[in-house]
């Protein structure tokens, strides 16, 4: 197990669209480890393979108020969405520090393989369907604050960078 480095916004790699996991065998098993561990350790709810310079269709989350639900998602589709939308503050892990209202479907039904390579269907609503949508979004290139106007976006472009700088003089 090891603790990976996850990129901050506005890092270009996460604009990488994921290709597909070909083949759910012992490094994608390790790499899902892996990014367990670090999700855990940086207190997220979840984290896609992008935000961890991996562009694979691979994500992991745990909505769990014990944090000891994981689910992983690999190769996930989204395969209903319900029309009903809900907006809430959202964070990231590649965006720290930095949360804002974003709209999503309250429900959603995604098809992907877990773990050890089977193929399950799971519907979501609430917090996980929102955080399914988020880390899925991670594995098209797109970070939450793409959602906000072109003015929020900056500002939080500028505070990234400035605290990146701020960081690498230390």
């Known amino acids: 197990m090891a603790l990976l480095s996850i990129l901050t916004y506005p890092d270009p790699r996460l604009h990488t669209v994921a290709k597909p996991v070909q083949a759910v065998d012992a490094r994608v098993r390790s790499l899902v ?6 999700m855990y350790e940086a207190n997220g ?3 896609a393979a992008t935000q961890v310079d991996v562009h694979e269709r691979l994500i992991v989350i745990d909505t769990s108020e014990e944090r000891n639900q994981p689910l992983v998602l690999i190769n996930p ?3 209903w969405a319900s ?3 809900q907006v ?8 720290p ?3 804002d209202g974003v709209e999503r479907s309250s429900a959603i039904k995604v098809r992907a393989l877990d773990g050890d390579g089977k193929s399950r269907e799971i519907s979501a609503e609430g917090i996980l369907a929102v955080c ?3 880390e899925m979004d991670h594995l098209m290139g797109k ?7 072109p003015l929020k976006r900056n500002r939080i472009k500028t505070k990234m960078l400035k605290a990146r700088r701020d960081t690498e003089r230390v």
């Open 88 to 95: 809430g503050d959202e964070g990231c892990l590649s965006v």
């Open 83 to 85: 029309e009903d939308k």
């Open 97 to 99: 520090g930095i949360y």
């Open 143 to 149: 970070v939450f604050v793409e959602y906000l106007s």
């Open 132 to 134: 399914i949508q988020h």
């Open 77 to 79: 589709e989204i395969t």
């Open 45 to 47: 709810i979840g984290l």
């Open 33 to 38: 480890t892996d990014m367990l561990e670090t």
